[in-house]
């Protein structure tokens, strides 16, 4: 183990000394949303994400304006993908008019912007970061020598009991959380880290091991489920780095078949938060058909407090449900699709699901090699498995995975083919 640390510390060293101040700059935006969850927990500030979305939509704003009168190809095959951002917006803002469901301005904002920061993001993360292979490696280095530390305390958690670093046992085991807060944190930051590793995955197939022991041993069904099917794509990643319908058909196989007990548990149960959330959902698309019910009014974060707390929780009888009364609604944002489907109805979650699709091809034709491919595909097949039961997109961890994934696409860019 200490081998390993030290190994990793002089790629650190020779990546920061060659460093732009604007590299520096980013170099500390990528520590805040790593830590975020534990600075947030420490300081109670709560918007190291949307920062983070804000300056670099005003980085790629002021690239832009530097290079004007060139056509950005990548550029072009983006607004596809903000087209139905820009429509599933229309639509929550739409339903807010006439659903008649009460929701202040402010929370509406703030909701939106939620909606949008993912695909914003990490469009112009990735446009900005072009070719800074430099602050690549830089924070290649990083990734290694934090995976060494969570690997030890990881293990460690298995015998000892080390401050609040092991919470929740489950089958007889505590879960590592590490300094995360949350086990679920844990996993995000190892995802992350890995969308950094995978871009020169043959490189780095040890560390890349290490860090997928390190998500099993949060003991989450999703992590797992994502663990195995990250570990299944890296050994199937043939000559092409092309994902194929064979690699698509046993993943799907494998999440079901890991994941199928928590699905009965949560969802074919009644009762549950997320289960309830999901059947008022698709009763609220129904009744506000085709719209939903607006920004603010169900399911999303903003909605939590009790300013904020949606009528239609009273209505629908969720303020009496465990984890989502009044005051008390730790489990509120444990969905994405109800959030989706109830707020922005039928159409807003055919819109949304477009949104993914498109923003997904994009990534992907901005790849210039295997190890940029299957960082993109890792980077979706986690979104989409933690969508089962986390606010996904809409998660404020989210940010740094798309930080971490156009840091993966930022070595030898090349202009991509037209979707």
Not at 92 to 107: D, I, M, R, T
């Amino acid at each position: 183990m200490t081998d390993t640390r030290a190994n990793a510390m002089p790629a650190i060293t020779r990546s920061v000394g060659a460093f732009k101040l604007a590299d520096l700059g980013w170099l500390l935006v990528f520590n805040l949303l790593m830590f975020q969850a534990p600075i947030q927990n420490a300081t109670g500030f709560t918007y190291i994400d949307e920062s983070a979305t804000l300056i670099a939509i005003a980085a790629y704003t002021i690239e832009r304006l530097r290079s004007s009168g060139n056509n950005d190809k990548a550029g072009i095959l983006a607004s596809r993908c903000l087209l139905c951002l820009g429509l599933v917006v229309a639509v929550g803002l739409l339903s807010n008019l006439f659903s008649g469901v009460s929701a202040a301005a402010s929370s509406i904002a703030i909701d939106m912007f939620t909606c949008i920061k993912f695909p914003v993001a990490l469009i112009c993360i990735t446009l900005v970061f072009r070719n800074k292979t430099q602050l690549l490696r830089a924070v290649e280095g990083e990734c290694k020598a934090l995976v060494a530390v969570l690997l030890f305390f990881g293990v460690l958690n298995l015998f000892v009991q080390i401050g609040d670093f092991g919470v929740d046992p489950r089958y007889g085991i505590r879960s590592f959380r590490f300094i995360f807060i949350h086990p679920e944190m844990l996993n995000f930051v190892c995802v992350g880290i890995l969308l950094i590793l995978a871009q020169d995955y043959r490189k780095n197939m040890k560390w890349i091991i290490a860090t997928l022991f390190i998500i099993c041993l949060s003991l989450r069904s999703k992590g797992i489920a994502f663990a195995a099917i990250a570990l299944l794509l890296m050994l199937t990643w043939g000559r092409g780095g092309r994902l194929n319908l064979a690699q698509i058909a046993v993943g799907a196989v494998a999440a079901f078949a890991i994941g199928w007990d928590q699905y009965k548990y949560y969802f074919k149960s009644t009762g549950f938060a997320r289960s309830e959330l999901n059947r008022v959902a698709v009763v609220l698309a129904n009744r506000f058909f085709p719209l939903g019910s607006g920004f603010a009014t169900y399911g999303s974060s903003i909605t939590s407090g009790l300013s904020n707390y949606s009528p239609l929780y009273y209505e629908y009888g969720l303020n009496t449900v465990y984890g989502l009364e009044p005051g008390q609604t730790a489990f509120l944002s444990d969905t994405f699709w109800p959030i989706v489907i109830g707020q922005f109805g039928w159409l807003g979650f055919v819109m949304y699901c477009l949104t993914i699709g498109f923003l997904c091809r994009w990534a992907y034709n901005s790849a210039s090699s295997k190890g940029q491919r299957l960082a993109v595909v890792l980077c979706f097949v986690f979104l989409l498995i933690s969508s089962t039961a986390e606010s996904a997109f809409f998660h404020p961890n989210a940010i740094f995975l798309a930080m971490c994934l156009g840091l993966a696409l930022a070595g030898g860019h090349s202009s991509p083919e037209a979707a």
